[in-house]
Each structure stands twice: as C-alpha cells, then as structure tokens.
C-alpha cells in the first residue's frame, strides 16, 4: 500500500498544516478538505500568506472560477486545492502527493473516497487528519439538522461512530478501513503510524471512572472543556460561578494534563462510554455502559497520547522517511526539480497536464539512471518511442545541463 494513513490529535490546525507540509511536501501538489466554505476560503487564504499556491473550492463560488481553479490544478505543478467535498469527483491527477482532512470527514466512506485520490501513480502518499471533539459536535450538530427518517438516521449514526473508531484504533488503519468494508484477511500495512509507531495503552478505569463522575456529578450538560478544567482544578469563573468547586470531582485529576485529559475524553467518546448530547447543547452524558464503568464492570484500555510524534522536519530525518512521496539525495533533488520545471513548460506549451509528458515515476527513475543518450533513456519506464522521438532530446539536455 503506497498511502499512508495518519490522524493526529487537533491543537492548533493550521500550523500543525503548515509544519507538515513545510516538513514532508514543501512543493507537491494536494487536496486539503474543509467541511465548510467559510473554513474552506479561511485556509487557502492562509495558505497564500505563508508563501504557498492554495486555491478554494467549492459549490458557492463562481462556477468559472470554480472550473479555472480545477484547471490549474490539473496543470500546473505544487498547486493546493482547499475544498469541500464537491471536490474530486471525475479528477484523476496522478501525482497527488498528499490528501489532508483538516476537519474530520462525515464517514469512511467518504474518507476512503477522498484520501483514494492521492498517489494514483503507485508513487508513495500521505493521508493526513486531525481530528478533535470539536469535530464530533459539529458533525453530530449537521446530523441532528439534517431531514432524515429515523430509520436513515440511525444509519448515519452508525457511520458517524464506525469513523470515530477508527480515528481512535491503536491497530492498522488500512486493516480497519479494509475490514470497515468487509475485506478482513489483509496483514497490517506496515506503513500507517500505528505501524510504524505502535500506541502504548494502559489501564484507564480509575481516570475512565473519574471523567464520567466529572460527568455526571455537573448534571451532563458540559462540554470537555469545562470538565476538564473541573478535574484538573481550575478555578475558573465559570467553575466558581456554578460551584463546581465544591464538587467531590473538582481537582481529581491533576495528574493529567489538560492534553492528555482531551484524549482520554475522546476516547471514551468513541468507545460509547459517553456521548455528546445534541438537545442538550452538546454536553456529555453517560452512554449505555457509563454506569457499568463507574461500577468497575467494564475494562477500560486507553491509548497514551504523551509521546505522540511530531511532524518532523526537513533535515531532521532521511528524505525517504520525511517525505514518502520520493526518497531522493540532497544532490538528486535538484535534478528532480529541474526534469518537473522543464515538464510543466512543455505542459503549457501544448496545453496539457503535466502527467501526460511524463508522469513523476519516470522522472525519478530518469534521475536514479541519468541517461546519457537515447538508447538508454528508451529503456525508462514510461518513455514509449513516441515520446522517445518527442521529449528525448529535451529531458536529455536537461540531465546533463543539471549534473554537469
């Protein structure tokens, strides 16, 4: 499996965008999903100020400048694309080296769709996510307006937690999503960050026992935030206004820091021992087994957040680890850029994608081999004798213009 599945816990989004791309596709091209036009303009906006070429996406803006953005997309070399999801369909860009989810998506379903859109060449991919439980208010609150028999809700429910499972997996994301869909026999990919650095659980039924009494004892009205300023015994205005100083949970749980506290709520979010209660603003209440946790009836494994990895960046790490969509040397890598920029303008003389002289597989092995003339530049490939005759001469001259 050439794509690489990765979520990470959301903090500050947009820079946590920003450190990966600067550390792991400094020039590729991606898709960066939003679930909102407002969030989606924002970013690209954002994007555009920290030196990157990032155009929105989707259905509200004008249908020319809708079909211009795609263009350039499909054309061009390093272009971003932010976008709802009414990006994508029909788009069969090969060198897509990255699909980020800056907002968790509505399934997996569509999850597995849009990261399905990154590396179509065979060439190694990311599928980025954060995610946090803001994102499963603001989707449980679209859900809850969205017209829907009873029936095709509860559905949608399901989906809803089915994602929130794996966003929470310590095992195989691609073994989770395959099986999600009903293809149970594959081994783990050895490529998702679960594989590649396996979670550290731990027995969490006293800090489990002591999030739901947190819960509970504030009437299951409040959001984690709150809660958490509760257990860690903050005392906040708000705290103090309503009480909750005075509660027998008020500074439990210091030992936790307030990170750390978000993920335990998260996961038990998506374990079902709490939920997010929609009628009532988006508190958490005890779910169907809170009472049997508070009990100690129910065993409570979770995953230790404390040591998670950061994006790493740019001479931090091998190129091929930084950056899975190549694995070339420092003294490589110009070549590189030089074969894409005489692409791209040969692309734009004759009006196509990029892809269709040459695709990135060929570039690279174009660069591994360095080629000194025709014979063994034809034996590349991806170079047919059409495009032998074609663009030979001119990827030639590029190669020893560059490694002389």
Avoid at 78 to 84: K, L, P, R, S, Y
Avoid at 103 to 108: G, I, R, V
Avoid at 279 to 284: T, Y
Wanted: net charge positive; with cysteine; glycine share 10%.
């Amino acid at each position: 499996p050439n794509i690489r599945y990765r979520v990470i816990a959301k903090a500050e989004a947009k820079s946590q965008l920003l450190t990966f791309l600067e550390a792991e596709h400094p020039s590729d091209a991606g898709i960066v999903y939003c679930l909102s036009r407002r969030r989606v303009e924002e970013v690209a906006t954002w994007l555009g100020t920290k030196g990157r070429v990032a155009l929105p996406y989707h259905a509200g803006l004008d249908p020319a400048l809708r079909e211009r953005n795609q263009d350039r997309f499909l054309k061009e070399e390093g272009i971003i694309i932010v976008a709802t999801v009414a990006f994508g369909m029909g788009i069969d860009k090969p060198n897509v080296r990255f699909v980020v989810h800056l907002d968790a998506p509505k399934s997996l379903e569509a999850y597995y769709q849009e990261t399905g859109r990154a590396g179509r060449d065979g060439l190694p991919a990311n599928a980025w996510m954060t995610y946090g439980m803001a994102d499963v208010t603001t989707l449980l609150k679209l859900l809850d307006g969205a017209k829907l028999e009873e029936r095709q809700r509860s559905i949608e429910r399901h989906k809803l937690n089915a994602l929130l499972g794996y966003c929470e997996t310590v095992i195989c994301r691609r073994q989770v999503l395959l099986g999600y869909f009903g293809e149970r026999e594959h081994p783990p990919c050895g490529n998702c960050d679960n594989c590649l650095t396996p979670a550290r659980t731990w027995d969490g039924l006293v800090t489990a026992q002591k999030a739901l009494s947190a819960a509970a004892r504030t009437g299951q009205r409040f959001g984690v935030a709150h809660l958490v300023d509760v257990l860690r015994g903050q005392l906040t205005q708000r705290v103090r206004q309503l009480g909750h100083h005075r509660l027998k949970t008020f500074g439990v749980g210091s030992e936790l820091e307030k990170k750390e506290w978000q993920s335990v709520f998260r996961q038990l979010v998506a374990q079902g021992h709490l939920e997010v209660d929609m009628e009532g603003h988006g508190g958490l209440r005890l779910g169907e087994t809170g009472p049997a946790v508070l009990r100690g009836e129910v065993p409570i494994a979770l995953r230790s957040d404390t040591n998670e990895p950061k994006s790493p960046r740019r001479g931090d790490v091998p190129r091929d680890a930084a950056a899975p969509g190549r694995s070339l040397s420092s003294v490589d890598e110009p070549l590189f850029q030089a074969l894409r920029a005489r692409r791209l303008q040969l692309a734009r003389e004759q009006g196509v994608p990029p892809y269709v002289i040459f695709h990135d597989a060929t570039l690279l092995e174009m660069v591994r081999r360095k080629p000194t003339d025709l014979a063994a530049m034809g034996e590349i490939a991806g170079v047919g004798r059409n495009k032998l005759n074609r663009y030979g001469a001119t990827f030639l001259a590029a190669i020893a213009g560059t490694t002389a």
